[in-house]
């Protein structure tokens, strides 16, 4: 049964730490997304990327946020120093065909509180 | 830019017909997706919509007017299990990437 896998499911952590979310994309997908989804935002775009090519990052603070593929089975989203606004779910996605399909996997989702 | 509106909340009654719409507003326009999010959990895949007109699956159908921006999404014989968050989005052309609507909860009462 393909899924996408992120870990940790659930984070608390104290403003300041870093905090490194990772996803292992459904293999053979090439277009994995990261999400963040709070209440007042809904799902916000952080990152894109394409064949492990980074593509759209704009969503994403800059100062603070990082995203890599190191890899094709392994996408991580860094937050270095975490803040408490950065508490929300983060999601990750992956397609293939995207554009054919229209149907992106999310993974469960890594929940993050920042005290 | 993307714009996704869609309204934040409906009710509606087991049994019953439900209709949630969809405007978008996106530079470029591939397709139009729908997604359910319970509480809780991951969305999952419900409809896309490239060409306009009526797409049925079962007991959900989709409509898509390219010309007007707008879509809907349309439940019939609501079930308490359809209780859940109803996610628009648009796949915007050339970046192919999916823009979120902020959902709608939809609450199905007995």
């Known amino acids: 049964d393909a899924r996408v896998t992120q870990t940790p499911r659930h984070k608390v952590t104290e403003m300041g730490q870093e905090v490194t979310m990772r996803c292992q994309p459904i293999l053979g997908h090439n277009t994995v997304f990261w999400y963040r989804q709070t209440m007042m935002q809904g799902l916000e775009l952080l990152a894109y990327?394409?064949?492990?090519?980074?593509?759209?990052d704009s969503g994403m603070p800059k100062d603070r946020f990082s995203a890599e593929m190191p890899d094709a089975t392994l996408a991580t989203l860094k937050i270095q120093p975490s803040e408490p606004r950065d508490s929300a779910v983060y999601f990750c996605a992956s397609a293939t065909g995207l554009a054919q399909t229209g149907e992106l996997f999310f993974g469960e989702g890594s929940r993050l509180t920042v005290l | 830019g993307q714009n996704i509106d869609q309204p934040t909340e409906m009710t509606a009654t087991e049994g019953a017909i439900v209709q949630i719409n969809c405007t978008y507003q996106t530079s470029g326009f591939n397709g139009l997706f729908w997604y359910q999010q319970h509480a809780g959990e991951a969305p999952t895949f419900l409809s896309y919509n490239v060409l306009d007109g009526l797409e049925e699956k079962g007991r959900f159908s989709s409509f898509l007017s390219r010309s007007k921006g707008y879509s809907y999404l349309l439940l019939k014989e609501l079930q308490m299990k359809d209780s859940a968050s109803y996610l628009c989005?648009?796949?915007?052309?050339?970046?192919?990437?999916?823009?979120f609507g902020r959902g709608t909860s939809l609450i199905v009462h007995p």
């Open positions: 990327f394409r064949n492990r090519a980074p593509l759209d």
């Open positions: 989005a648009a796949l915007a052309g050339g970046s192919y990437i999916p823009t």
